[in-house]
């Protein structure tokens, strides 16, 4: 009932910049957080960044200072940017979003595809 895609990702340098985006849609209420997670190889799925309905932030210690978090409610859509990217934020990361479903106000968390974001010379 709720679909997520992802896009953005790819192979940059250590030093370069990527934007992630998330879009929403689908039976959709309300959303209230939206979130990235990443999954490196043999490790477990980690918070990055998330947002929620009223623009508060939080984010991963090492995120924080180079990642930004934001979402665009008219289209449903969540960004991370990320700037000063180094080998181990290499990862498949995951949007994340929680709200509420229509007609019935059923609370929901719907996970992206994840995208694969590679930091290499």
């Known amino acids: 009932q709720v679909q997520l895609v992802e896009s953005g990702g790819g192979l940059v340098q250590p030093g370069g910049s990527l934007r992630l985006s998330c879009a929403a849609s689908?039976?959709?209420?309300?959303?209230?957080?939206m979130g990235w997670y990443r999954q490196a190889p043999g490790k477990e799925r980690d918070l990055v960044a998330r947002?929620?309905?009223?623009?508060?932030?939080n984010f991963a210690d090492d995120a924080k200072g180079r990642f930004t978090i934001s979402r665009d409610n008219a289209k449903r859509t969540v960004y991370l940017q990320m700037n000063s990217l180094k080998p181990e934020d290499t990862a498949v990361y995951y949007c994340?979003?929680?709200?509420?479903?229509?007609?019935?106000?059923?609370?929901?968390?719907?996970w992206g595809q994840g995208t694969q974001v590679t930091v290499s010379s």
């Open positions: 689908g039976s959709i209420f309300r959303i209230n957080a």
């Open positions: 994340k979003v929680d709200g509420r479903l229509l007609p019935t106000m059923a609370i929901f968390t719907s």
């Open positions: 947002i929620t309905s009223g623009g508060s932030t």
